[in-house]
Each structure stands twice: as C-alpha cells, then as structure tokens.
C-alpha cells in the first residue's frame, strides 16, 4: 500500500507525520526549519485514501523540492506569490511522479488499464491527480509518437 511505503519514507528522512483539524480548504501543510521536518495532514481526509494519498505525496514533495526553510509567510507582492505558485507546481509534479511512475503507467496501458477512473483506482489516487499525470512531458511524447 502506498500510504505505508510513504510513512516508511517520512520516516526515513526523519519527517514527523500528524493529522490536524485543519479548516477546508486546506488538507496538508508540509513544514521544515532548522532540521525539523514536519507533514500535517487534515483529519478529515484520514478515510479518503485517493485524496489523503496525494495530498501527502505532495506535502512530500515539497520536503524533497524546496531549499533551505520552509517557514509560513505572507505572500505579500508578486514575486512571492510566483515563487509560491513555483514551489507548489515542483511539489504535485514530484508527486505525479512517485505516485505514477512512468514505467508503471506504461504497465497499466498494457494490462488494458485506460481510462481516468480505472488508473485512479489502479494506483489509488483522485480521477483530477491521474489527468494532471498525464500531462506531464515524459508521458505527452508518448502520446504524441502513438498519435504520428
């Protein structure tokens, strides 16, 4: 199961994994200063295992794309909110990626595994996060030589 893989890999790297009542729209907040690294999930998607599996590979994400700390602050001009936008897309990229590797996205294609809620399932992701996977380049050139 991926979730238990992804808890073995927090703790690996020495990440602190907590569920929090946090308010919606936020499901995840992933924390990281002076060497303590810190995953809060949102209580209430402890149950939706899709939702709950992406929304951790991406705080996930965010501890093995950022630099240095990772500390809460205003997005108070353009630049920061470009920086935020850039650190964020990073994150659910990596994401996209270890959730739906590449080979193993072939290996559904093959097993006859094709559409959007089949791969969901197959992996154990949302329908929107399998989309996003799949218009990723390494898999949009794929697509492109089958189309040629």
């Not at 890999?9 to 499901?27: A, G, M, R």
């Not at 060497?35 to 994400?61: K, Q």
């Not at 920061?80 to 590449?102: C, G, M, Q, S, V």
Request: glycine share 4%.
């Amino acid at each position: 199961m991926i979730y238990d893989t992804m808890l073995k890999l927090c703790d690996d790297e020495h990440i602190i994994v907590s569920y929090e009542n946090f308010k919606p729209p936020l499901n995840g907040l992933y924390l990281s200063c002076d060497g303590l690294h810190t995953i809060m999930l949102a209580a209430s998607i402890r149950d939706n295992y899709p939702l709950r599996n992406v929304v951790f590979a991406e705080e996930l994400g965010h501890h093995f794309t950022l630099a240095g700390n990772n500390l809460p602050q205003e997005h108070w001009n353009r630049l920061h909110r470009y920086n935020f936008t850039k650190d964020e897309a990073r994150a659910i990229r990596w994401a996209a990626e270890y959730l739906i590797p590449y080979d193993q996205l072939m290996q559904a294609g093959y097993e006859d595994i094709t559409t959007i809620p089949a791969l969901a399932e197959y992996f154990e992701v949302t329908p929107n996060f399998v989309a996003y996977r799949l218009t990723l380049p390494d898999v949009q050139k794929i697509r492109y030589r089958e189309i040629v």
